[in-house]
């Protein structure tokens, strides 16, 4: 039973949802393609038999779905009719406090396939994985600029993320006295169009692949926000970062690299950037002693496997460490924050 934002199950059970782990992602996608989960909220329950009606499919085949989801503990049963559990309405209705919808379509649509090859990756070091997208380049953000359509369930999830993640960034740093800001890597121009919001003085530079800066401006229809958002387009290895800004954001950016190809990215930030300018690094972590979150455990292979083939979630420490390698002469560092994220701010 799911209450105040805890699940019991037994040892075997919990083992049994990551062997069968699959099928237990199957049965909750599968509920939110029927739109199974708004139907049974709309109508306060519902039997096998009504669900069958409501989704357009046997009893049978609905009966096999809702015993999947009460096993599941994400719906439970009041008399003969199956209702959302807390959890089911806090994150998986569209109205719900963090809808997770965006999360799963990416899993089901990009990241789930590529997994199979995760021993492969780890032995030769790379991402395997990548096979399974086609496309140019040897990351999935190169690959995912020849198919739009993944483009998007790639931004609608990262974009989602960020939106969420961000106000709490912007509780520990104030841009008062900023200018100018490259968003580097910042792909749909979630963090940039916020920023600038926030800020109405305030310039802001997305820099990302071409495909990615006209997918941001787009997004863009505010006219004033349209003058002060700016877009360049350009490779983060081979290409030089736009220049006149004093502060750089490198959102997202830290867990899907290497160390060293972090620190030499920072160096390139570092470079940039006058005398008294700042390099905000800000993204998902791993604690001090690499044995969670969970979602840093479960994110990491995905990095290893398919997005770049080097990067994962490093700890606050490896972050800092990784600014000031990169010449910054003084860090503040903000760890342990919501969202699994961390911040350490560089000075130059
Ligand atoms: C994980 S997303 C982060 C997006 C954004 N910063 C955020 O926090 O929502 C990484 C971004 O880096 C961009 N990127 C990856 N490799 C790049 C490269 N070689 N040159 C330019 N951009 C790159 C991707 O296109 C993608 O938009």
């Not at 009460?70 to 209702?83: M, P």
């Not at 890597?185 to 920023?195: A, M």
Request: proline share 3%.
């Amino acid at each position: 039973m799911a209450t105040s934002g805890s699940v019991t199950i037994t040892e075997a059970d919990y083992l049994r949802i990551i062997i069968h782990g699959t099928t237990a992602f199957e049965l909750l996608r599968t509920g939110l393609e029927f739109d199974l989960f708004e139907k049974l909220e709309a109508e306060g329950g519902l039997t096998v038999e009504q669900t069958a009606a409501a989704i357009g499919v046997e009893p049978q085949p609905a009966r096999i779905l809702l015993l999947g989801l009460a096993s599941l503990k994400l719906l439970d049963k009041q008399g003969d009719k199956y209702v959302n559990t807390p959890i089911i309405r806090r994150k998986v209705l569209r109205s719900g406090e963090r809808f997770l919808g965006p999360l799963i379509d990416i899993q089901a649509k990009i990241i789930n396939a590529s997994l199979v090859d995760f021993a492969e990756s780890m032995r030769q070091n790379t991402n395997v994985g990548l096979r399974h997208i086609e496309g140019p380049g040897t990351t999935l953000y190169e690959r995912l600029t020849a198919t739009p359509d993944l483009q998007h369930v790639f931004y609608d999830n990262m974009g989602d993320a960020s939106e969420k993640a961000f106000s709490q960034f912007l509780s520990h740093y104030d841009f008062t006295g900023i200018r100018h800001v490259i968003d580097i890597g910042g792909g749909d121009g979630t963090n940039s169009i916020e920023l600038a919001s926030r800020y109405p003085e305030l310039e802001v530079t997305v820099f990302d692949q071409e495909t990615v800066t006209e997918l941001a401006a787009e997004r863009i229809e505010d006219p004033d926000l349209r003058k002060r958002v700016h877009f360049h387009a350009g490779d983060l290895f081979r290409d030089s970062l736009p220049e006149g800004a004093d502060a750089i954001l490198f959102f997202h950016i830290f867990e899907i690299w290497s160390l060293e190809r972090n620190t030499e990215l920072l160096r390139k930030c570092y470079d940039a950037l006058p005398e008294g300018g700042v390099v905000l690094v800000y993204n998902f972590t791993c604690n001090d002693e690499s044995t969670g979150p969970m979602s840093a455990g479960l994110v990491s292979p995905y990095f290893l496997t398919l997005a770049s083939g080097e990067g994962m979630t490093y700890s606050a420490e490896e972050m800092e460490r990784s600014v000031l390698d990169a010449g910054f002469s003084r860090v503040d560092r903000y760890s342990n924050l919501g969202f699994s994220h961390a911040l350490v701010v560089g000075h130059k």
